[in-house]
């Protein structure tokens, strides 16, 4: 199993910066596939980025594209998400999740995790 609590959130301007951060408990970090995911007010959860396990490569939804950037830190057991050039359509709690399974194809679907963290709150305001 493994434990997931993110940090960092905030409110910011539009075209502002914050960088999340999730640090996770537990073994063989390495072994999970780390994702982020948002829900914004009266929205289904959205994905955002994901790194799969045994790998270091991002993926992002074209939402965020270029604007956010995903890493990963197996020493440290944490995973970061740096966003730039925020839009009020950001604005979200966002989610740190974690599969021990290789996700393949559902990285981007909620039920492929079975650990979430809390959540931090990001809001983008003009």
């Known amino acids: 199993q493994v434990q997931l609590a993110e940090s960092g959130g905030g409110s910011v301007q539009t075209g502002g910066s914050l960088s999340l951060s999730c640090a996770a408990s537990?073994?063989?970090?390495?072994?999970?596939?780390m994702s982020w995911f948002r829900r914004a007010p009266g929205k289904e959860r959205e994905f955002v980025a994901a790194?799969?396990?045994?790998?270091?490569?991002?993926i992002y939804a074209d939402s965020v594209k270029g604007r956010f950037a995903m890493s990963r830190d197996n020493t440290a057991q944490t995973v970061k998400l740096q966003m730039n050039s925020l839009r009020a359509e950001d604005t979200a709690v966002y989610y740190c999740?974690?599969?021990?399974?290789?996700?393949?194809?559902?990285?981007?679907?909620?039920?492929?995790?079975?650990?979430w963290g809390p959540g931090t709150q990001v809001t983008v305001s003009s």
């Open positions: 537990g073994q063989s970090f390495r072994s999970y596939s």
């Open positions: 790194i799969r396990r045994y790998n270091s490569n991002p």
């Open positions: 999740a974690a599969s021990g399974s290789e996700i393949l194809s559902r990285v981007g679907v909620p039920d492929a995790y079975p650990y």
